[in-house]
């Protein structure tokens, strides 16, 4: 399980952002309304019109009920919206750098509700770094790296996990347990990644993933299992010097403070159930080496958690899916995971006030 299973008392909503308005961040959240699963307190942040025209472009009875930003109507049907207008009108699969600024006013409302104690939690759906990036952003990389920004702390950790507790009652769940994976280097391209893998970036992710596996997810002695970088973790040095140089040492200083640290471990090894017996979270050196595996075990019934932020923020484990944009045919499984544990987290950080 993600977290142990704290039912959510906050009088707090927890609120959504519905991301790229191209994508199907939209209409994942409208589902999710449609269905009657979204729990009470769900707010959603973006465009009430955009909202409307593909709730019935897509033949979903949803009503959107337009809220000032910090007002909930209790006791309603249908899906609470704290407005942001769009600076285009959006068609459904084609990017408009123009709500570039759009999505992120959207970021920003969620920031600003639960840094004053409006909302308990922010949950985003999917935005398209690319867009944002030539909307004006150049710097942009992420909602990790944009949230650690606008929180104004020195560092994040990106981790996702999927949870077996949430999804044991969908029948397309085929996974045997829960997985935690996070990275040491994010969105980064690959011929970049060796130069960050430093013995200052393992040592500071790797606390920083420790310290809220305790603080958010009650694990007392959090053990993590660390990826080497190279094939087969290196080989002594003869396939690549990253471990012997950076890795261990970093890892060795860990285990001196007393951290329960595994590895490094060969990558594609470490995934097999003999090794994460008993291991609380995998740390992959990049993105793809950790996503891939969480991705092939849950897909769909997985959460993206920022670690280290003053706010609890969960993600889906997907994209914005143009492809699948406006045809009603796209999965809100991790929508609704994410919700799910953005609640669980929420209520644990009220009642452990953490
Ligand atoms: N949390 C976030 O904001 C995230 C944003 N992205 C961004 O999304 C954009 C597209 O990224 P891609 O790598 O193409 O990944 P993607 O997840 O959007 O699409 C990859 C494949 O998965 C399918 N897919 C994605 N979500 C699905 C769902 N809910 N149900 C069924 N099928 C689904 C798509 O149709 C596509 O075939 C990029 O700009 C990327 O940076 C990617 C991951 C997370
Ligand atoms: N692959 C995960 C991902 O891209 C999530 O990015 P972020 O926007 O949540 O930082």
């Given at each position: ?12 909503p927890v609120v959504v952002t519905t ?24 707010v959603a942040i973006g ?22 930003p ?12 704290w407005?942001v ?19 992120l006013a959207t970021l920003a409302l969620a920031v600003d509700a639960c840094q004053?104690?409006q909302a308990?939690a922010m949950v985003t759906a ?17 909602h990790?790296?944009?949230l650690?920004?606008a ?160 706010l609890v923020r ?41």
């Amino acid at each position: 399980m993600l977290v142990d299973t704290l039912s959510s008392d906050s009088a707090l909503p927890v609120v959504v952002t519905t991301g790229e308005p191209a994508g199907i961040g939209p209409e994942l959240m409208l589902m999710l309304a449609a269905q009657g699963i979204l729990p009470a307190g769900t707010v959603a942040i973006g465009d009430p019109d955009m909202l409307r025209q593909r709730a019935a472009a897509l033949g979903l009875s949803v009503t959107v009920i337009e809220c000032s930003p910090g007002e909930y109507p209790s006791g309603t049907h249908g899906l609470p919206v704290w407005p942001v207008a769009l600076n285009e009108p959006a068609t459904p699969g084609v990017l408009n750098p123009a709500n570039a600024d759009y999505v992120l006013a959207t970021l920003a409302l969620a920031v600003d509700a639960c840094q004053k104690g409006q909302a308990a939690a922010m949950v985003t759906a999917p935005l398209h770094k690319g867009v944002i990036i030539e909307g004006g952003h150049p710097a942009f990389t992420g909602h990790t790296e944009w949230l650690r920004d606008a929180c104004g702390v020195d560092e994040v950790v990106m981790m996702l996990a999927t949870d077996t507790a949430l999804h044991a009652a969908s029948p397309s769940w085929q996974g045997s347990g829960d997985l935690r994976v996070a990275l040491v280097t994010t969105h980064l391209p690959l011929r970049n990644v060796a130069d960050a893998i430093t013995f200052e970036r393992v040592t500071r992710i790797s606390r920083l993933l420790a310290a809220d596996l305790q603080r958010q997810f009650g694990i007392a002695k959090p053990r993590i299992a660390v990826c080497g970088l190279n094939p087969h973790a290196g080989e002594d040095g003869h396939l690549g010097r990253e471990e012997l140089d950076v890795i261990i040492p970093a890892l060795d200083a860990l285990r001196a403070e007393g951290m329960d640290i595994l590895g490094p471990l060969p990558a594609d090894t470490l995934f097999t159930p003999r090794h994460l017996a008993g291991v609380d979270a995998v740390l992959a050196m990049y993105h793809d080496q950790g996503l891939a595996v969480l991705k092939y075990a849950g897909f769909g019934q997985a959460a993206n958690i920022t670690l280290g932020l003053p706010l609890v923020r969960t993600s889906v484990d997907h994209g914005t899916a143009l492809d699948l944009a406006g045809k009603g045919v796209a999965d809100p499984g991790s929508l609704n995971v994410a919700i799910a544990l953005a609640r669980r987290l929420a209520a644990r950080r009220l009642s452990a006030e953490i």
